[in-house]
């Protein structure tokens, strides 16, 4: 939870909001439990700020998340993703600004989704965002929400099916890391050639994965056949078709959720893998449809670690001052200045990332 709340207060538009107070005008009360962790979330985000004391214990604010859902009661050690993914949700239901909130508009008709499929990626986001936020619009909207383009293709006759979701944070699978001797580049990704050039000294034995690896992992093209086959409206039957994730609107805080965690049979492990990060300009350009955003470049601005097993975790998390313009490490009540080069460590599972023309101060 701490490690969380570090990476998320360090967050300057969001900071910014509560300090200035502007979240008392948009809290809604329809739900005592959620608005009781909004208020709790202020406080301690003004204590933290105000930098009286060396170190803060969240006391009232775990009281008011365990209220607030079950999953999170008592002291036992919950995922940092699900903790995050919560967090941000509540805050998004509690300040929405659109209230009361309008019925959902209706599904389009068949002959609505053809018409709908002949437009172009960019109307068509445009259009499944503006339907998005008619009755979903807050802060976090405004600073972590991006759009999901998922297509389906048929391998028959080429027809399309295109829908539209929002996220909160990206979650991409980590890859097998390949050999240094495989010249080829197999694994390694167009855009994570270039970064992995940039490290080659640090690479001679096994290369290690980069998080545009696992960027492509996300977005490549998956093939649906045998018992996965696609129900295609044009053919009437059941086809052989690609599947293909991209990101349609790029949020101006990036969280990219590391998938460590994976169930091999009846076991779950965690991946150990080494993942490259770079601190500064992280390329989105080839994970996003035609004119989704004009900036695509991202600057690394906190990173939650994970060490240990599933059963005995301990994170941890680094976070950037930009003010001090230097980098700190917290490690519960230890706190204290670290440097780049020590922000990526094989420990990264949440990382939090800001569009290079959306400062974090």
Not at 73 to 95: K, R, T, W
Not at 120 to 130: C, E, L, M, Y
Request: proline share 5%; glycine share 4%; hydrophobic share 35%.
């Amino acid at each position: 939870m701490n490690s969380v709340l570090q990476c998320i207060i360090g967050t300057g538009p969001l900071k910014r909001y509560f300090m200035r107070g502007e979240w008392k005008k948009k809290l809604l009360m329809q739900n005592r439990e959620r608005a009781e962790v909004v208020i709790e979330f202020s406080q301690l985000l003004e204590l933290m700020w105000r930098g009286q004391y060396s170190y803060i214990s969240p006391s009232r604010f775990r009281l008011a998340i365990g209220d607030c859902s079950e999953q999170f009661e008592g002291d036992n050690q919950e995922d940092a993703h699900e903790f995050a993914s919560f967090l941000l949700d509540v805050l998004h239901e509690s300040l929405n600004h659109v209230y009361p909130i309008p019925p959902p508009e209706r599904e389009m008709t068949p002959d609505e989704e053809m018409q709908f499929e002949k437009l172009t990626d960019r109307k068509q986001a445009s259009i499944q965002w503006k339907r998005y936020i008619r009755r979903s619009l807050s802060i976090i909207t405004s600073i972590f929400q991006g759009q999901i383009q998922s297509r389906l293709t048929c391998m028959t006759c080429n027809h399309t099916s295109t829908t539209y979701h929002t996220f909160t944070e990206l979650s991409v699978p980590i890859p097998e890391p390949c050999n240094s001797n495989n010249s080829s580049g197999a694994n390694v990704g167009k855009s994570g050639m270039s970064f992995l050039r940039k490290n080659k000294q640090k690479t001679e034995q096994v290369l290690p994965v980069n998080i545009y690896q696992c960027l492509d992992a996300y977005s490549e093209m998956e093939v649906l056949d045998g018992n996965d086959k696609w129900m295609c409206p044009r053919c009437k039957t059941k086809r052989k078709a690609t599947k293909q994730l991209k990101v349609s609107r790029l949020p101006q805080v990036l969280i990219v959720h590391l998938k460590r965690f994976s169930t091999r049979g009846h076991f779950r492990e965690k991946l150990e893998t080494n993942v490259h990060i770079p601190t500064q300009r992280l390329y989105m350009e080839n994970y996003i449809t035609p004119g989704a955003h004009p900036s695509a470049m991202y600057n690394l601005y906190a990173v939650v670690n994970h060490f240990g097993t599933m059963s005995g975790g301990h994170y941890t998390a680094s976070v950037f001052d930009e003010l001090r313009e230097q980098w700190n490490y917290f490690d519960d009540t230890k706190v204290f200045p670290i440097s780049e080069t020590q922000v990526a460590s094989p420990a990264a599972y949440l990382l939090f990332f800001v569009q290079e023309r959306a400062k974090v101060k």
